[in-house]
T-cell receptor, first 115, second 113 residues
């Protein structure tokens, strides 16, 4: 694979439930990105980390979305009080650095369905 | 603001045909990188190529080739002698000074036997 594992691969949540999505990149990649991909659309940036520091969270759609990477490796994207519009595939990507020159390698994604 | 436009939404070809996927971008950054990713039915985005804004040389990798033209802000992708395994959604993306990838909406390519 691309050296990024994500779990769960599929998640069904009832509206109003909280969910936590996990991303585990191979070691040595300081940067980690989260994207949201709605059906039939391209991925859209949510947030990124350099090691444990969250450098940009401008793409998070609301204060119900929260991401963390406390030890600079595994990251968790948490969505509180899920809404139907949160239904999407959530993609995590790793990169050697935050500079634009580095390509990003994506995990398989977590498909979230809110009913 | 950055923007990537993939005007084609769906393309269908017969195996062995050549096919070109178009990508037009907008950015105010002078240094930026362009990418193509493939998303097969399995869903995982696969990195294909990276090109920086200072290198307008075309690139060829097997059946794949890329044409970068700064004058028209385009970064087109050609698959020669297409195969059924090429069927996927292809995304063009741009990374400027802010390190975020901006993706186009993708082109669904179907290659029929």
């Amino acid at each position: 694979g691309a050296g990024v594992s994500q779990s769960p691969r599929y998640k069904v949540a009832k509206r109003g439930q909280d969910v936590a999505l996990r991303c585990d990149p191979i070691s040595g990649h300081v940067s980690l990105f989260w994207y949201q991909q709605a059906l039939g659309q391209g991925p859209e940036f949510l947030t990124y980390f350099q090691n444990e520091a969250q450098l940009d969270k401008s793409g998070l759609p609301s204060d119900r979305f929260f991401a963390e990477r406390p030890e600079g490796s595994v990251s968790t994207l948490k969505i509180q009080r899920t809404q139907q519009e949160d239904s999407a595939v959530y993609l995590c990507a790793r990169s050697l650095g935050v500079a634009t020159i580095y390509e990003q390698y994506f995990g398989p994604g977590t498909r979230l369905t809110v009913t | 603001a950055q923007k990537v436009t993939q005007a084609q939404t769906e393309i269908s070809v017969v195996e062995k045909e050549d096919v070109t996927l178009d990508c037009v971008y907008e950015t105010r950054d002078t240094t930026y990188y362009l990418f193509w990713y493939k998303q097969p039915p399995s869903g995982e985005l696969v990195f294909l190529i990276r090109r920086n804004s200072f290198d307008e040389q075309n690139e060829i990798s097997g059946r794949y080739s890329w044409n970068f033209q700064k004058s028209t802000s385009s970064f087109n992708f050609t698959i020669t002698a297409s195969q059924v395994v090429d069927s996927a959604v292809y995304f063009c993306a741009l990374n400027g000074a802010n390190s975020k990838l901006t993706f186009g909406k993708g082109i669904t390519l179907s290659v029929r036997p």
